[in-house]
């Protein structure tokens, strides 16, 4: 049982995601995608866009209310 058995797609559409984080607990993806910020759950769904902006990294404060 390999990763690659485990892996698995949670993105989608075009664009190069630039950077990733993921959220203290695990279940949750944030990524840089032209010019804006998204979010998407570990689990399944969609991505949503929860900023604008060009962002050139992502890091998440520790109590995940922040990026910087």
């Not at 695990?26 to 399944?44: A, C, M, P, Q």
């Amino acid at each position: 049982d390999g990763i690659r058995d485990r892996a698995r797609q949670i993105t989608s559409g075009s664009g190069s995601i630039r950077g990733f984080t993921s959220s203290s607990d695990g279940k949750t993806i944030y990524f840089t995608r032209s010019g804006g910020l998204y979010s998407v759950r570990v689990d399944g769904g969609k991505a949503k866009k929860i900023a604008d902006g060009n962002y050139s990294g992502l890091t998440l404060t520790a109590d995940g209310k922040h990026f910087f």
